[in-house]
């Protein structure tokens, strides 16, 4: 290995690199996690309120059943296969770091709810599907983990005050899958609310490739004022970004200050790790290694330290993602999102400037090297 | 001849109406094989001679030629271009990197340990009795030792020309002596350029040129 190698230089100075490469991988660990945090939550609250509506998009009058002519319409535009009557209720279901969260119970009636949990791809793990007149429920997987529900198990207000489910139900299936939600059905519901009309809302699947087709034409449906509730993937994804808009503000503040910290930190070690090293440059100058190579050389040991801090740091951000999810969040049926894009460019933000603050100073005094005064010892 | 000096003039703080004159108007030659022997009292201007001659000060006015090349049209880098591959340095205080081995130390100028240098390394270190040191490091040295590390890292690349600013005003006299004998011993090879205010260090040298306030005055060698 060659005496001025960067790598030499590490093996020789381990505690100045080990110190550098700590703090840097510290700081990408902390932020990977606290976007990690984050991205998670907005992601269970997204898959039991925006996901679902990828596949379909509901409608309904408040406080009254849907409206005759409206279903009809519905039924004669040539972008919804099917619309489905359906009441759509919650059950609590809590994300860490967010406000009380609902996730949907759709009630439909028997033969819609298998066609439509073929359609979302949904698999039923254990159990099986409601059967009528029995007030029962099959719920996802997360929300079984969640609410720590078995099957057998029974849940409702009339069981748990604060639970928002109304009534009491027995669980009888759990089943897998990219949305979050439960389903009952809808003729129980009816009945315990002595609803005799059809439709009290509705639930449209549309043609293959058309839900955005479907999608404008609710959005454009008189408002029949303001009763009209329209729930689709744009506006349940618009509503759930307002949600998380505050809290992605907080995180962007968290990020800058944490990026700032790091690497004026950094930018201090490596000054006076530098300035400690003054003989040493100016010797080198002095026999003949340009100012130019010196700073390359300082340069690169900079980059390699904030790049394996950095490396260290997404490995060690995917371990203690992996601990927190097999621990911690997995159980309470909310995993994680252990891996992103986002979180990449975010904590790359930290050897960046780390590079940049670290660098500045360095090369300004190796610009202004005066390898004389050094051999002279005036500074 | 190898290295020039015309009409070297160095002016400090001519900005500053504070103006010293650490050189008036010198010129200085030296031929390839010869070593001499720069005194002069402190202050005199020895090491600002020293650093114009081996291009890293520009003088205020006059000129180095070295070979073919005048340091005046030639670049900052093209001068270190040239100190690395055809001058050796030794200065007062040895300079040795702190965190590197005896060995990589000798080998900073070359930035290689390719076998043939390594093994050339050694035969210096040898040669200033010191091989069995080239793995530890320079805090784990004496003074004396120190400065041979130094001494070999000027010698590793068979410099045309080797510049040695006090050498030996860190060491005692035993030391001193020791140190110069294998400076001189490349003395076929190299032209050697030793500035000092000890007398008794220049015993061999073939010239000895007197520095006084700025101004140089031949001398005529007492020991030959
Ligand atoms: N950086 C400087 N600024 C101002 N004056 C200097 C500087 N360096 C040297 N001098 C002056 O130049 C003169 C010659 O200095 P120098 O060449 O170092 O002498 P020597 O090496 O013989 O002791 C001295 O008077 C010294 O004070
Ligand atoms: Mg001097």
């Not at chain 1, 409206?67 to 004669?76: E, F, Q, R, T």
């Not at chain 1, 609410?147 to 005050?161: E, H, N, R, T």
């Not at chain 1, 790790?273 to 100058?285: D, V």
């Not at chain 1, 690169?300 to 801090?309: D, L, S």
């Amino acid at each position: 290995m060659n005496p001025l190698s960067i790598i030499r230089y590490y093996l020789n100075n381990k505690k100045r690199f080990i110190s550098i490469v700590i703090v840097i991988a510290l700081s990408v660990l902390l932020l990977y996690t606290i976007q990690m945090l984050l991205k998670s939550t907005d992601h269970a609250a997204y898959v039991v309120s925006v996901e679902p509506k990828k596949f379909f998009s509901s409608v309904g009058i408040n406080e009254t059943v849907l409206d005759k002519d409206i279903v009809n319409d519905l039924k004669k535009q040539n972008f919804a296969e099917k619309v489905l009557p359906a009441a759509v209720v919650k059950t609590n279901f809590t994300i860490s770091f967010s406000p009380p969260q609902g996730a949907p119970i759709f009630m439909l009636k028997e033969n819609d709810i298998h066609q439509l949990m073929g359609r979302m791809n949904l698999k039923l793990v254990k159990g099986n599907l409601p059967k009528p007149g029995r007030h029962e429920v099959i719920i996802h997987r997360n929300i079984s983990n969640n609410k720590k529900l078995k099957i057998g198990d029974k849940v409702g207000s009339k069981l748990d005050k604060d639970e928002w489910l109304e009534g009491e139900y027995e669980v009888v299936g759990i089943f897998e899958g990219s949305s979050v939600l439960g389903f009952s059905l809808l003729d129980d519901y009816m009945n315990d609310k002595h609803i005799r009309y059809e439709y009290i809302d509705a639930v449209i699947i549309p043609k293959k490739n058309k839900l955005e087709a479907l999608n404008n034409y609710l959005e454009s449906l008189p408002s029949h004022d303001g009763k009209l509730w329209i729930s689709t993937y744009d506006s349940t994804k618009r509503s759930l970004e307002n949600v998380m808009e505050s809290v992605y503000m907080l995180l962007t503040t968290v990020n800058i200050m944490v990026i700032a910290i790091v690497s004026i930190c950094i930018g201090f070690l490596c000054y006076i790790y530098f300035y400690q090293r003054r003989n040493e440059f100016g010797l080198l100058n002095a026999i003949g290694y340009t100012r130019q190579q010196i700073i390359n050389r300082a340069f690169a040991e900079v980059c390699g330290m904030n790049i394996i801090g950095f490396i260290l740091g997404l490995i060690l951000s995917m371990i203690v993602g992996n601990l927190l999810n097999i621990f911690l969040f997995a159980p309470k049926g909310q995993p994680l999102q252990l891996w992103d894009f986002d979180y990449i460019t975010k904590t790359f933000c930290i050897p960046l400037f780390s590079i940049l603050f670290g660098i500045i100073p360095v090369w300004r005094m190796l610009k202004r090297l005066n390898p004389i005064a050094i051999i002279e010892g005036v500074v | 001849m190898i290295i020039e000096g015309k009409e070297l003039t160095l002016v400090y703080g001519i900005d500053k109406d504070d103006e010293t004159y650490a050189l008036k108007n010198v010129n200085i030659k030296l031929t390839e094989g010869e070593m001499v022997g720069i005194i002069g009292p402190s202050g005199s201007g020895k090491s600002s001679l020293l650093y114009i001659l081996s291009g890293m000060k520009t003088p205020t006015t006059g000129n180095v030629f070295y070979k073919d090349m005048v340091f005046g049209s030639i670049s900052d880098n093209e001068r270190a271009k040239i100190r690395k591959q055809e001058f050796g340095f030794i200065f007062q205080r040895h300079f040795l990197i702190d965190y590197l081995s005896v060995i990589d130390n000798v080998l900073v100028t070359s930035n290689s340990k390719e076998d043939a240098m390594v093994s050339k390394a050694m035969t210096i270190l040898e040669k200033l009795n010191i091989k069995q040191l080239s793995r530890r490091r320079p805090y784990e040295l004496s003074g004396g030792q120190r400065q041979r590390v130094a001494i070999a890292r000027a010698l590793i690349n068979n410099p045309k020309v080797i510049f040695a600013d006090e050498p030996t005003a860190s060491l005692d006299h035993k030391n001193a002596m020791e140190v110069m004998s294998v400076i001189e011993e490349y003395k076929q090879n190299s032209t050697i350029l030793i500035v000092t205010h000890d007398r008794s260090i220049l015993q061999n040298s073939d010239r000895v040129i007197s520095v006084w306030d700025g101004c140089i005055k031949e001398e005529v060698n007492q020991y030959k």
